[in-house]
């Protein structure tokens, strides 16, 4: 069964940093490409970051250019998002998400399968 969890998540002061994981299982991460959406109250969610299949793709939203990385670790089954230089507006729900042989885009309709999310609170 093909599962997504992630991690990580918490209370951090302005311009702080967070690093999410995201433990997959119940499938070949190295055929997947992963996402990192998020969702702050009232809005819709929106992409953060992806990684193609191969790994050798990355795509960022504008908002977090240069100060989000996504990387993923094939032989331990993880993908994680360091996030530097936090600000309030990334306050969210983080959700990790895995498309088949996928380039990594920021489009929701792309994946196939979701995390629960994890909490991020950037507050002072």
């Known amino acids: 069964q093909l599962q997504l969890v992630e991690s990580g998540g918490g209370l951090v002061q302005p311009g702080g940093s967070l690093r999410l994981s995201c433990a997959t299982s119940?499938?070949?991460?190295?055929?997947?490409?992963i996402g990192w959406f998020r969702q702050a109250p009232g809005k819709a969610r929106e992409g953060v970051s992806g990684?193609?299949?191969?790994?050798?793709?990355?795509n960022y939203a504008d908002s977090v250019k240069g100060r989000f990385t996504i990387f993923k670790d094939n032989a331990k089954n993880m993908v994680y998002l360091q996030m530097n230089s936090l600000k309030p507006e990334d306050t969210a729900i983080y959700y990790c998400?895995?498309?088949?042989?996928?380039?990594?885009?920021?489009?929701?309709?792309?994946?196939?399968?979701w995390g629960q999310g994890t909490q991020v609170t950037v507050s002072s």
């Open positions: 119940g499938f070949t991460l190295a055929h997947y490409a």
């Open positions: 998400a895995a498309e088949v042989l996928g380039a990594g885009r920021l489009e929701l309709a792309d994946y196939d399968y």
């Open positions: 990684i193609s299949s191969s790994g050798g793709s990355t």
